[in-house]
């Protein structure tokens, strides 16, 4: 289970793919992969999700893809047996991490208090994800290490290219990054070079500003 969570951490960056549907998934994570990204969650509210994460397992052996939008033990399961290989949640729920457990899965639950990752971690988590960070910044990081050195972070929910690396700087473990990187109107057009292209940057900015 926790190899899983060494390459999150190794890779820093997560392409969250949300989509109106599952037909484009192959080529969206296609042009991901050619830009460097090698760690994709499919959220669960995604039309076919599972069907995108079996697809996407299907794909290149160093592709770890997993599934997001996890709300409850029921959707934990159904992601696990379509092959997801962590879990991400928006909210702490500590059933869905009991079930990730069971089946040597990581879930990494949402969290915006330090009383709620310290819950999570008691429950079996060993990564949470701030989410929304937006409202918190960078400096969160530093905040909520201070009283709880071992959690392991994650930021979701208002990182973009332009603060990727002061996310990284300031010693978040990965950043989760959504529409500013899998954007809904760039697949509908199927302008997947630009998807491509915003992968590069992003993973440019890891590569400049990893600790």
């Known amino acids: ?45 995604t039309p076919g999700a599972l069907d995108a994460i079996q697809t996407i397992n299907k794909m290149e052996q160093d592709i770890t893809v997993g599934a997001g939008t996890v709300l409850d033990a029921s959707s934990a399961a159904a992601a696990i047996r379509a ?55 960078p400096s969160f990081a530093k905040d909520l290490k201070g009283p709880l050195p071992q959690t392991e972070i994650m930021a979701v929910g208002g990182v973009s290219v332009s603060n990727a690396g002061e996310y990284l700087k300031a010693g978040w473990d990965a950043l ?20 491509e292209q915003s992968a590069r940057q992003y993973i440019k900015a890891r590569d400049e500003n990893i600790q």
């Open 83 to 137: 092959g997801a290989k962590f879990l991400l949640a928006p909210s702490l729920n500590t059933a869905t991490i009991e079930t990730g457990n069971r089946y040597g899965v990581p879930v990494v639950p949402g969290v915006m208090t330090p009383t709620e990752a310290l819950t999570a971690q008691e429950a079996g988590a060993s990564m949470v994800k701030v989410f929304p960070v937006r409202s918190l910044g």
């Open 1 to 45: 289970m926790n190899n899983v969570l060494d390459i999150v951490q190794k890779e820093k960056i997560i392409a969250i793919v949300r989509l109106d549907g599952a037909d484009q998934v192959e080529e969206v994570a296609k042009s991901l992969y050619r830009g460097g990204i090698r760690v994709i969650e499919v959220t669960m509210n």
């Open 176 to 195: 989760g990054i959504g529409g500013s990187l899998v954007n809904p109107q760039l697949v509908k057009e199927k302008r997947f070079e630009e998807i």
